[in-house]
């Protein structure tokens, strides 16, 4: 006997997003955002239709995604950011505090919210992930984002 196994479709239309992107390290954040949308229209969604909140830099990310996933007109939430490492431990404090913060967040509001932030040691690693030789994890984020929507309406219905 097979076990009966949830199979979402990775379809956008319908689904309403919001993506939260972190300013600090602007150059390798916009690269993120336009792989994001991008990657949301791939899916049959009209970018124009997502929310986009900039905030400061990573470390603001889990308050401003918990805020919008709180939103009604709001099915997931994709978080960008780019945490690179410099001489301090202050990398280390940041990074985890938004993945703890986010994850947090998505707990507490029931609602997918998306680790989309780069964690390297080089800016250019980073850009390598947003749009490089790594792919652009911001279009990454988004199809987790869309079949995590997609997913718990399967296990509701």
Same mark, same amino acid.
């Given at each position: 006997?097979?076990?009966?196994?949830?199979?979402?479709?990775?379809?956008?239309?319908?689904?309403?997003? #919001?993506?939260?992107?972190?300013?600090?390290?602007?150059?390798?954040?916009?690269?993120?955002?336009?792989?994001?949308?991008?990657?949301?229209?791939?899916?049959?969604?009209?970018?124009?239709?997502?929310?986009? !909140?900039?905030? &400061?830099?990573?470390?603001?990310? &889990?308050?401003?995604?918990?805020?919008? #996933?709180?939103?009604?007109?709001?099915? =997931?939430?994709?978080?960008?950011?780019?945490?690179?490492?410099?001489?301090? &431990?202050?990398?280390?404090?940041? !990074?985890?505090?938004?993945?703890?913060?986010?994850?947090? =967040?998505?707990?507490? $509001?029931?609602?997918?919210?998306?680790?989309?932030?780069?964690?390297?040691?080089? &800016?250019?690693?980073?850009?390598?992930?947003?749009?490089?030789?790594?792919?652009?994890?911001?279009?990454? =984020?988004?199809? $987790? #984002?869309?079949?995590?929507?997609?997913?718990?309406? !399967?296990?509701?219905?």
């Amino acid at each position: 006997m097979k076990p009966k196994t949830l199979s979402p479709i990775l379809t956008a239309k319908g689904v309403r997003l #919001a993506i939260a992107v972190g300013r600090f390290n602007e150059r390798v954040t916009k690269l993120l955002l336009e792989g994001a949308l991008e990657a949301y229209a791939r899916l049959g969604g009209d970018p124009a239709e997502v929310l986009v !909140a900039w905030v &400061p830099g990573s470390f603001e990310l &889990p308050l401003v995604a918990k805020r919008l #996933a709180q939103r009604p007109d709001v099915d =997931a939430v994709v978080a960008l950011g780019a945490v690179i490492r410099g001489e301090t &431990p202050h990398f280390e404090y940041v !990074a985890g505090q938004a993945a703890s913060g986010l994850m947090q =967040a998505m707990l507490q $509001t029931e609602k997918p919210i998306v680790f989309g932030v780069l964690t390297t040691n080089t &800016p250019e690693e980073a850009q390598e992930r947003a749009g490089g030789k790594a792919g652009n994890k911001g279009a990454e =984020a988004v199809f $987790t #984002a869309i079949e995590m929507v997609r997913l718990l309406e !399967a296990i509701s219905r």
